[in-house]
């Protein structure tokens, strides 16, 4: 069985953590319409992302090599967190 996705007490050697309080989304602070929004800064947003590389091609080939070479480390803690830090981030952002 799936346990449903909310704020549950975590349960420590110590006895039972705090956990935190969730805001209602009616509390929360609104974020502002997309009509309040210039057309001025969305064409100068777009501008500077088309101004800089999607993709880091130096980066890229960096990590072929060291992969080619076998001196690449796979660091299964550091992917686990943050696969947990976008799972957090999807939720806080998912609406309600």
Do not use: C, N, Y
């Amino acid at each position: 069985m799936v346990d449903p996705l909310g704020a549950k007490p975590i349960k420590t050697e110590r006895g039972v953590a705090p956990v935190p309080r969730i805001v209602p989304a009616a509390t929360r602070a609104q974020e502002p319409a997309l009509d309040s929004v210039s057309p001025s800064a969305i064409a100068s947003t777009a501008r500077s992302f088309a101004a800089t590389p999607p993709i880091d091609h130096a980066r890229v080939a960096q990590l072929r090599q060291a992969i080619a070479e076998g001196s690449f480390t796979i660091r299964p803690d550091k992917i686990a967190d943050k696969m947990i830090a976008a799972t957090k981030d999807w939720v806080r952002h998912d609406p309600e």
